[in-house]
């Protein structure tokens, strides 16, 4: 080997084994052959449970379906966990939470640790707790994440976490603050936690179907849910009971929802894309002012197309799924590869079941996982920050609804220096200047 090489293969030696130890916290590592192959990707192993540590006590700011949710997810996570506080906005959200967690898992969340309001989140922060799980409707998630990573607080925040550029930015400067104050991060794209999605990762960034080249993703199902107005609710009230339906809080169905496939393109790709091009409409939406549907040609740096498609409508056929394609190959992300004469190659390998025949899911749920990666991450001191991902998959599909309500194209780097920011300044119980009209193509901006 010449001097010039073996300069190179030394550079390119030091640049691995520097990423294999940003990577070391739950067993990421990489196996060198020779300096004439890269070396192989290994995916990170993931444990069963947290280890035992001291107590670790959680503050839940947002107690609907998925704050419960993750609330027990976390409280399933390993030894000496507990629930030290819950905040929502609604009483009746609150309370449903907490007997929940009675019922279900036996935690007793008491009274003086319980808050409601618009402060509740700060209130929530500032008690005896040491990781904040998110997952109030998405518009208050930059402030409230900003607020527990000042305060000194590890963070679960589910996705999305903005609804605009303005609220990514700052989501963006406070996991750096994060990162600078050794501050652990996880986010609500629970794939990037799922065995199966992890293994089929690894196949593919080892070059079992070559070099990437286009993906589909699908996030097309049934109505999802509304709240009607009722007599003597103000436009506020009626707003946050019927949140998902009003683009700034949720972001719309493809920021809110659908975010979770573009991840998983974005994360195959190990880039986002720069530019994007796509339409929408509203048929059946019975409330709020989004759209029912978009479709979006999104275009990476090198040429290569996704396509995104999500549907928020009864009656039609269903799909949640990703398709990725490779010069050699196509998978569907998650347990299966094909060649490109459609012969399976590789399939994930499912834990077996009481009967002894292969189960259909991982041996632990990826929402589970996620918080037990997390703890793990806090109690070994082994740092994991998953704010940049999630940032650039959220802006990734604000690209799209832009697109999509005002007919023209966009692009990344606008995106990224937008002033646009949704939403009241007033965040009270009163009227909302926010019409429930839904926008449209090629006569106004979004």
Same mark, same amino acid.
């Given at each position: ?64 379906? =998925?704050?419960?949710? %993750? &609330? #027990?997810?976390?409280? /399933? ?7 030290? @506080?819950?905040?929502? !906005? ?52 930059? =402030?409230?994440?900003? %607020? &527990? #990573?000042?305060?000194? /607080? ?7 976490? @903005?609804?605009?550029? !303005? ?280």
């Amino acid at each position: 080997m010449s001097e010039k090489s073996n300069l190179s293969s030394r550079r390119k030696f030091l640049g691995d084994a520097a990423a294999i130890g940003a990577l070391g916290a739950l067993g990421v590592g990489a196996v060198v052959s020779s300096c004439e192959r890269r070396p192989a990707y290994v995916a990170p192993f993931f444990p069963d449970q947290a280890p035992d540590g001291p107590v670790l006590r959680a503050g839940v700011i947002g107690c609907g379906g =998925r704050g419960t949710g %993750a &609330a #027990i997810n976390f409280f /399933k996570a390993g030894p000496n966990l507990e629930i030290g @506080a819950l905040g929502d !906005v609604f009483q009746h959200r609150l309370n449903r939470c907490r007997d929940q967690l009675r019922r279900r898992q036996g935690i007793e969340v008491p009274d003086q640790n319980c808050f409601t309001g618009f402060d509740a989140y700060k209130r929530v922060i500032e008690s005896d707790v040491d990781y904040i799980i998110l997952c109030e409707p998405p518009f208050f998630r930059p =402030r409230s994440f900003e %607020a &527990a #990573i000042r305060a000194r /607080k590890h963070v679960f925040m589910e996705k999305p976490v @903005a609804v605009d550029p !303005v609220g990514l930015r700052s989501v963006l400067a406070t996991g750096r603050m994060a990162e600078s104050a050794g501050l652990n991060v996880a986010a609500g794209t629970q794939r990037r936690h799922q065995r199966d999605y992890v293994k089929t990762f690894e196949q593919v960034k080892n070059g079992m179907i070559g070099d990437l080249v286009s993906a589909n993703c699908y996030w097309n199902q049934s109505k999802l849910w509304h709240v009607n107005r009722e007599e003597g609710w103000t436009d506020m009230e009626a707003m946050l009971r019927d949140w998902p339906n009003w683009c700034w809080l949720s972001g719309d169905h493809i920021v809110e929802q659908h975010v979770h496939n573009i991840d998983v393109v974005n994360w195959f790709f190990e880039k986002h894309p720069v530019k994007a091009l796509g339409f929408g409409a509203r048929h059946r939406r019975p409330t709020g002012d989004q759209y029912d549907f978009f479709s979006v040609d999104y275009v990476y740096d090198d040429n290569s197309h996704m396509h995104s498609m999500c549907r928020q409508i009864d009656g039609c056929t269903n799909n949640v799924s990703e398709l990725i394609f490779g010069t050699k190959g196509y998978t569907n992300a998650r347990n299966q590869i094909w060649d490109n004469d459609g012969n399976l190659i590789w399939e994930y390998q499912y834990p077996l079941g009481d009967d002894g025949q292969p189960t259909d899911h991982v041996a632990v749920s990826p929402y589970d996982q996620t918080h037990i990666n997390l703890v793990t991450a806090i109690r070994t001191g082994n740092y994991m920050n998953e704010t940049r991902h999630v940032s650039e998959s959220v802006m990734t599909a604000i690209m799209g609804r832009v697109s999509a309500y005002t007919g023209l194209e966009t692009n990344w780097d606008e995106m990224m220096r937008s002033a646009m920011k949704l939403g009241p300044e007033n965040l009270e119980m009163g009227p909302v200047d926010i019409p429930a009209v839904p926008p449209t193509p090629g006569t106004a901006p979004a």
